[in-house]
């Protein structure tokens, strides 16, 4: 289950922000991404929550900056 949220989760974001699954890790974000702006991330979270059927909320929105914090959330809210 893991591998699978892992995997999902970096294919959302580089669908999203036009780039090669291969050039993401898990510490991939705003600060080292630069298509990964403010509407990007919104974009990112709600193609997550889409995809997982959760939901994230607002206020948590801004927490999410990397990939790491964004697997953490599914697999919270997936348990």
Do not use: H, P, Q
Not at 8 to 26: G, H
Not at 34 to 47: E, G, H, P, R, V
């Amino acid at each position: 289950m893991k591998n699978e949220i892992r995997n999902e989760a970096f294919s959302i974001v580089a669908e999203i922000l036009k780039v090669n699954t291969k050039t993401l890790n898990i510490n991939s974000s705003s600060k080292n991404l630069k298509n990964w702006d403010s509407l990007a991330n919104f974009n990112i979270l709600i193609a997550i929550e889409k995809k997982f059927n959760i939901k994230i909320k607002a206020k948590d929105y801004s927490k999410l900056g990397n990939l790491s914090d964004i697997i953490k959330v599914i697999e919270l809210c997936k348990k």
